[in-house]
């Protein structure tokens, strides 16, 4: 019997399933070109039905109609596997959790709240605001309005509002085992009173912290998540300090480092950006779509001219009451002094009147420095916590975008993509020497070398290099796998080691021999011993 049709005599009348050809169709491209059989898909209308088909899965596991479960939230994890299984080695089934889309509990005071997974920064943005609670802020990545809250926080994704460790900022959550039980903390199991408000508001628990093993892992299906939301301060501001030279660098990494010792709480993680990541922001890409070679000197030098970017840019925020704000932005200008950048605040005037300047002129002038003023401000609604979609067009760096559809969808788009994404220690000389090893290898495999250091703690940063390139150019996808392998092991001699990778590097680096990953395998084993959740996903 085909999968389709054992899940069929399961699942509830709410659910979708996918055929095999249906569910390859939805779920089998993504940014990467891997290549993954998925043997059907599950679109989970009915939360009661995910136990039925775990406890189905394990039934079959040993026979010939076995499968192992895949969920996704979104399935939109672009540039590290999107929404494709681990592996290859046994039919799987997608169960899609996009439509389990409520937030199931919100307290407007302390901004507790509790979401299921098919739950976007959209959706959240747009259910606080129609709750009246637009003082509260989206936990918002560079990934966009589509994606999920509860897919990013399990891959313990980044954002750049002032809760920028997306996990760090989750109470609790629900999960189906693998077995079919639902796991709860100790917490809820002991509580009497009826409700689950203590487990919500306290991380910890009580006993092992076990609700971290389900991130990067593949060891359940969770179908809720209760974290707490930041409000946004009385006071906001945020600041651009542009570098001319590429040397200025490590007076930059300095300054980043000072800014956030001393205003830790304060200022949200900062990013510190090269002229050609910047550019890839404000211009299209000078060798057009499909292109597989990177810009020239004199093409970077020529649109960094037209379009007034600097070697390195800073971008950060202050959050808080409007007194502390304006403190902490003297101090940052008190900082600044005799160091030779240009510094803009977004309170400030040069900014106000570029906006005016903007807005009294008629569409067909100022064409540039409407971008800017644009792109300027996008960035500014993200760090308040609105979610856009202004960071997707990085994507379309060699890849056009599709005419018919207005929102961006890399995956739909066919735009090859990896990202690189170590930490680094906030060290000046160690991140020089991160800086040309990215230049050095990337151009080496003729991919553009965008740089953004996120800075989020003075003494550790996390990079994320896009690995762009045209995904219909068989050559260029082996160059953009061998460019991201190499930086991979080059960046491990050197002490820069990723804090996420793709499902392929997962299979590739992770070595089960180790005792953390055996550690891990046992764990898997124990509480997964058929093997019916995300096979394969971070050494699970
Ligand atoms: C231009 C661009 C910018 C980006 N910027 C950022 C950024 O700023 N920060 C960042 O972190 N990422 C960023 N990303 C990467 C990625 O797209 C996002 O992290 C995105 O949120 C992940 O996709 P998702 O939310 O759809 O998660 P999903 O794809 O749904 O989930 C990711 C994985 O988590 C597991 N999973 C998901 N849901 C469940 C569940 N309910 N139970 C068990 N396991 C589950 C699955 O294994 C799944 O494959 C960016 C990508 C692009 C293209």
Not at 460 to 471: A, G, H, K, R
């Amino acid at each position: 019997m085909s999968i389709d049709l054992i899940l069929s005599e399961i699942v509830s009348k709410d659910d979708i399933i996918l055929s095999q050809d249906q569910a390859q169709e939805k779920f089998g491209g993504g940014t990467e070109g891997f290549k993954r059989d998925i043997s059907a898909a599950v679109i989970i209308n009915n939360l009661n039905t995910i136990p039925q088909i775990l406890k189905k899965a394990n039934e079959l596991s040993k026979s010939k109609d076995e499968f192992v479960l895949y969920p996704v939230s979104s399935g939109k994890n672009w540039g590290y596997g999107s929404a494709l299984p681990a592996l290859d080695i046994k039919p799987a089934v997608i169960l899609d959790l996009s439509n389990l889309n409520k937030v199931t509990y919100f307290d407007a005071k302390t901004g507790i709240i509790t979401v299921q997974p098919g739950v976007t920064q959209a959706a959240l943005r747009e259910y606080l605001d129609g709750k009246g609670a637009k003082n509260f802020m989206v936990p918002v990545t560079g990934a966009g309005p589509m994606c999920s809250i509860i897919g990013n926080a399990l891959e313990r994704g980044y954002g750049i509002t002032p809760y920028t460790d997306h996990f760090a900022a989750v109470n609790s959550l629900k999960a189906y085992l693998p077995d079919g039980q639902l796991y709860q903390s100790a917490l809820c199991e002991l509580d009497q009173s009826g409700s689950d408000i203590i487990d919500k508001s306290f991380k910890w628990g009580l006993g092992p912290y076990l609700d971290g093993i389900f991130t990067q892992s593949g060891f359940g299906i969770v179908t809720e998540l209760t974290f707490t939301l930041k409000e946004k301060p009385e006071g906001f501001d945020s600041f651009y300090l542009r570098f001319k030279q590429d040397s200025d660098f490590e007076q930059a990494v300095d300054l980043v480092s000072d800014i956030l010792k001393m205003h830790e709480g304060i200022v949200g993680s900062i990013n510190l950006m090269d002229r050609r990541r910047v550019i890839s922001m404000m211009a299209d890409n000078p060798n057009g779509p499909g292109s597989h070679k990177v810009m020239s000197q004199e093409q970077v030098e020529q649109l960094s001219k037209e379009h007034d970017v600097p070697a390195w840019t800073i971008a950060g925020s202050i959050y808080g009451t409007k007194r502390v704000v304006a403190a902490a932005r003297n101090d940052i200008k008190k900082r600044l002094r005799g160091l030779k950048c240009q510094t803009i605040f977004s309170s400030g005037l040069l900014i106000w009147i570029g906006r005016r300047a903007v807005n009294l002129a008629p569409d067909s002038l100022l064409s540039r420095e409407r971008r800017m003023i644009q792109t300027l401000d996008m960035g500014i609604d993200i760090m308040k916590g609105i979610p856009n979609e202004v960071a997707l067009p990085l994507c379309y760096w060699r890849t056009a975008k599709s005419k018919d559809v207005e929102n961006y969808n890399p995956a739909r788009d066919k735009c090859g993509l990896f990202w690189y994404a170590p930490l680094l220690p906030m060290d000046k000389i160690k991140m020089r020497s991160f800086v040309e090893m990215v230049r050095k290898i990337c151009t080496s495999h003729n991919i553009e070398p965008m740089i953004t250091l996120t800075n989020f703690s003075h003494h550790c940063s996390d990079s994320t290099i896009p690995v762009l390139f045209d995904l219909s150019n068989p050559q260029a996808l082996k160059d953009a796998e061998n460019c991201v392998d190499e930086l991979v092991s080059q960046g491990r001699k050197l002490g820069f080691v990723p804090y996420r990778m793709s499902i392929n590097q997962q299979q590739k680096l992770l070595d089960k021999q180790s005792v953390f990953w055996g550690l891990v395998g046992n764990i898997k084993q124990t509480m997964d011993p058929n093997g019916v959740v995300s096979l394969g996903r971070y050494g699970a």
